[in-house]
């Protein structure tokens, strides 16, 4: 079932987000080759709970699963699409990561993730981390009251495939604030003018997976891991936004200004 956020709980989740888009942006910079993904994670933990937060995702056993997530932060490097779990791994010059986040804030959440480069990475991966980013950008620009949910994946998807790329359609974003994951499942595809209509209050959160293969993926042994089917690089984006009356606003930034 869908539920809308009231003004209060909008206040909430606008600091909750502003917290773990700062909180975000400190870990990304510690994305150097030599660090592992254990020592992000370890960063990001200890950042949210001075903060006085909690990780939304430590502990969280999503549905279908058999075990609860081990760590506050999702680390994917390469091949791994999402939930890629912190590790002794080290990172390596030519890497790229994506690192997803969420928080806890007076008991209402965000997520949000980024993709970054560890270094100097391939010509191929840096037009597939644009081309990702660009299309998160245009699936918001979609999410606006009368809308449809569709019209947010059909926007993703025509960048995507525009660019040379493929979506990752078996992984989608979702509602979020009084869970982690709540409904509606949004994908990254879709067409004009169906699916659910988007409406003021909704909070959702839009995730953008794409991969310079064939889109196919596969879950690793740990339960969590999901990587390409054919060991292709991907990239991974998402902010958490509000349906308001004048279009949708997005709640994981530092600033109302920043651009992304």
């Given at each position: 079932?869908?539920?809308?956020?009231?003004?209060?709980?909008?206040?909430?989740?606008?600091?909750?987000?502003?917290?773990?888009?700062?909180?975000?942006?400190?870990?990304?910079?510690?994305?150097?080759?030599?660090?592992?993904?254990?020592?992000?994670?370890?960063?990001?933990?200890?950042?949210?709970?001075?903060?006085?937060?909690?990780?939304?995702?430590?502990?969280?056993?999503?549905?279908?699963?058999?075990?609860?997530?081990?760590?506050?932060?999702?680390?994917?490097?390469?091949?791994?699409?999402?939930?890629?779990?912190?590790?002794?791994?080290?990172?390596?010059?030519?890497?790229?990561?994506?690192?997803?986040?969420?928080l806890?804030?007076?008991?209402?959440?965000?997520d949000?993730?980024?993709?970054?480069?560890?270094?100097?990475?391939?010509?191929?991966?840096?037009?597939?981390?644009?081309?990702?980013?660009?299309?998160?950008?245009?699936?918001?620009?979609?999410?606006?009251?009368?809308?449809?949910?569709?019209?947010?994946?059909?926007?993703?998807?025509?960048?995507?495939?525009?660019?040379?790329?493929?979506?990752?359609?078996?992984?989608?974003?979702?509602?979020?604030?009084?869970?982690?994951?709540?409904?509606?499942?949004?994908?990254?595809?879709?067409?004009?003018?169906?699916?659910?209509?988007?409406?003021?209050?909704?909070?959702?959160?839009?995730?953008?997976?794409?991969?310079?293969?064939?889109?196919?993926?596969?879950?690793?042994?740990?339960?969590?891991?999901?990587?390409?089917?054919?060991?292709?690089?991907?990239?991974?984006?998402?902010?958490?936004?509000?349906?308001?009356?004048?279009?949708?606003e997005?709640?994981?930034?530092?600033?109302?200004?920043?651009?992304?």
């Amino acid at each position: 079932m869908i539920k809308l956020k009231s003004d209060k709980e909008l206040a909430i989740l606008r600091a909750g987000g502003k917290r773990l888009a700062t909180i975000l942006q400190v870990v990304t910079e510690r994305v150097i080759s030599g660090i592992t993904t254990g020592e992000l994670d370890d960063l990001a933990t200890e950042l949210i709970l001075t903060g006085g937060d909690q990780p939304a995702f430590k502990g969280y056993r999503p549905e279908g699963s058999r075990l609860a997530y081990p760590a506050a932060l999702c680390v994917s490097v390469n091949e791994e699409i999402v939930h890629g779990i912190p590790s002794r791994r080290v990172l390596e010059e030519g890497d790229i990561v994506g690192l997803d986040l969420g928080l806890s804030h007076e008991g209402l959440f965000t997520d949000m993730a980024v993709t970054v480069p560890v270094g100097k990475i391939s010509e191929e991966a840096e037009k597939l981390m644009t081309a990702t980013k660009k299309s998160l950008a245009l699936g918001i620009k979609e999410a606006k009251a009368g809308n449809h949910l569709g019209d947010i994946g059909f926007a993703i998807i025509s960048h995507i495939k525009a660019n040379g790329f493929q979506v990752v359609e078996e992984l989608s974003g979702h509602g979020v604030g009084f869970l982690p994951h709540e409904d509606p499942y949004v994908m990254n595809w879709g067409i004009k003018g169906e699916g659910e209509e988007l409406k003021p209050g909704l909070v959702i959160a839009i995730e953008p997976m794409a991969t310079t293969g064939s889109g196919k993926i596969k879950l690793r042994d740990d339960g969590f891991t999901f990587i390409t089917r054919d060991g292709k690089i991907s990239a991974h984006f998402e902010h958490t936004i509000v349906i308001t009356e004048k279009g949708s606003e997005i709640l994981t930034l530092l600033n109302k200004n920043e651009s992304f």
